[in-house]
């Protein structure tokens, strides 16, 4: 029986893994420089927790959640996110009490049940930060900087950057009441899924890809007079804090994120790249979610990056992989023993190489260490073993050289500046 991929998942061939690692390394660079320091949380957690965070109406928790059997008396579900993870981890281990206010950043897989399409998978990735235990109009504005940052360093263009406030709790119950105000009148032209969630969290409605509800958001009036005094005092400062870092934005009003526990500050990073579902990434503040997991009432902000979305914005399909620093042929049987011991040798001096194992001719050898990239070829014959040097070869000029066994690690070392 021949097995393929779940439906929804993707593998990771070698050849796009060195793309992965590039980003991750460059993430992990940025935020060093960010201050920010790694965390990671286990890939299932209590459904409870994602139930009582994201909103038992929100559309993760009620068509997207993929559910595990660990106990029969506990539900577990793979998490669609990890901000909420984190949250549970930041108290559990006490961190606002030793520390008050930190800076976490992750790098990880997420699970979502729902049907697959370009850039959407049931498995996918995120690279994000959760900033606990503070709420700054400064601070907004860092995070969402660090967030261009990092598209920037990577090598993604042309992305756009919408900001929104949700305002305080109060703001967003205004803000919800205007949207049906608005919307009642528009109920029949939406979609089936939309006409629900008129009912329960009508902030959906304007994240809807369907055309015939983006019709209709489109005709929606929408500016920020739902908030308060204060409230728009703070949007105001990280707007002036965006400015001043002289970061392009757009302000978005029908920009929402649909989650229950946002509040304040939101903005979305989307790209041409990828179609419908243009996000790269998306983030925001959600200064409640402490206090309504058992913590004091501490602000709190963050966003996640999608990296497969990375990928396709990065449009890179042919990426060169790292070669070898080091490729030995051995020539003949004989050669195989002190090819193997050199082998292991230059490793633990940190060079990068590989040797044939089956005894290859040497034009075959030679095809393999061009194949793997190799810097220079070592060719250890008869003549070689018997005189104790090797034959070295810079493959890309093509000079050979005899160099003593005592002095092939130094001599490598200096030619590969190690």
């Known amino acids: 029986m021949k097995f393929s991929t779940p439906r929804g ?29 790694e965390i990671r949380t286990p890939i299932f957690e209590e459904t409870a927790l994602f139930s009582r965070s994201l909103g038992s109406t929100s559309d993760i928790v009620q068509k997207q959640m993929l559910n595990v059997a660990v106990e029969k008396e506990k539900g577990y579900s793979l998490r669609p996110e990890a901000t909420a993870a984190i949250v549970r981890a930041y108290l559990e281990h006490g961190l606002d009490k030793e520390e008050g206010f930190v800076k976490l950043f992750y790098i990880g897989p997420m699970f979502r049940g729902e049907r697959p399409q370009k850039g959407r998978l049931r498995q996918f990735h995120h690279i994000g930060v959760e900033a606990i235990g503070l709420t700054n109009p400064l601070l907004d504005a860092e995070i969402i900087l660090l967030a261009t940052r990092i598209l920037d360093r990577i090598g993604v263009s042309g992305y756009r950057l919408k900001i929104n406030s949700l305002g305080c709790a109060k703001d967003k119950e205004n803000f919800s009441k205007l949207l049906r105000d608005s919307l009642k009148t528009k109920i029949a032209d939406l979609c089936a899924d939309c006409k629900e969630r008129f009912k329960r969290n009508v902030f959906r409605v304007l994240d809807c890809k369907q055309e015939q509800c983006k019709e209709v958001v489109s005709t929606l009036k929408l500016d920020g007079k739902y908030l308060c005094p204060q409230c728009q005092d703070y ?17 978005t009003f029908t920009m929402v994120r649909g989650l229950d526990y946002y509040t304040h500050t939101v903005f979305e990073i989307s790209h041409p790249n990828l179609g419908s579902q243009d996000a790269l990434g998306a983030g925001g503040r959600y200064d409640n979610l402490v206090k309504e997991l058992g913590g004091e ?10 990296f497969e979305r990375l990928i396709l914005a990065l449009n890179k399909e042919n990426i060169e992989a790292a070669g070898l620093d080091l490729f030995i042929a051995g020539l003949g049987p004989a050669a195989q023993k002190p090819a193997f011991l050199l082998l292991n040798d230059l490793r633990k001096q940190g060079i990068s190489c590989e040797m044939d194992f089956a005894s290859s001719s040497l034009k075959s050898q030679m095809r393999q260490a061009n194949d793997k990239k190799a810097k220079y070829v070592i060719i250890l014959g008869e003549d070689e073993i018997k005189n104790n040097e090797v034959t070295l070869k810079d493959m890309a000029t093509g000079f050979q050289e005899k160099i003593k066994n005592e002095a092939i690690v130094e001599n490598l070392k200096r030619k590969l500046s190690l």
Do not use: S
């Open 297 to 306: 009432n501490k602000g709190a902000m963050g966003f996640a990056l999608g």
């Open 235 to 251: 949007f105001d400062l990280v707007k002036e804090n965006l400015k001043i870092l002289k970061l392009p934005f757009e302000v």
């Open 9 to 37: 998942t993707k593998d990771i061939p070698p050849q796009e893994v060195i793309l992965w690692n590039e980003i991750e390394k460059t993430c992990q660079e940025v935020f060093k420089i960010f201050n920010y320091k």
